[in-house]
């Protein structure tokens, strides 16, 4: 296991994993679900339900440091909206 990087940096290589690996295998049938990613090792959770994303990431990979795991929600930008219309990603 490794230390817990900053915030920012999590977030940099959460994205960069979600848009070279992950998104072009769910973007298409999975849209409103969440992914809970670990970037250590690259390993991710799909579920309709934030909760539950994270406990199959955890099935999947053990030990795992959890300031080392970004969250997205396939076809939005955001994780939640608080009011108002949700923010969809273009295209």
Not at 38 to 52: F, K, N, P, Q
Not at 69 to 76: L, N
Request: proline share 3%; charged share 30%.
């Amino acid at each position: 296991m490794t230390l817990t990087r900053p915030a920012d940096e999590v977030a940099r290589l959460g994205d960069e994993i979600y848009e070279r690996d992950i998104r072009p295998q769910v973007e298409a049938n999975h849209h409103g679900e969440y992914v809970a990613i670990d970037v250590d090792s690259g390993c991710w959770g799909l579920a309709t339900d934030l909760l539950d994303a994270r406990m199959r990431l955890d099935h999947q990979v053990s030990d795992i440091d959890a300031g080392n795991v970004w969250c997205v929600r396939v076809g939005f930008r955001t994780l939640r909206n608080f009011g108002g219309r949700p923010w969809r990603t273009a295209g």
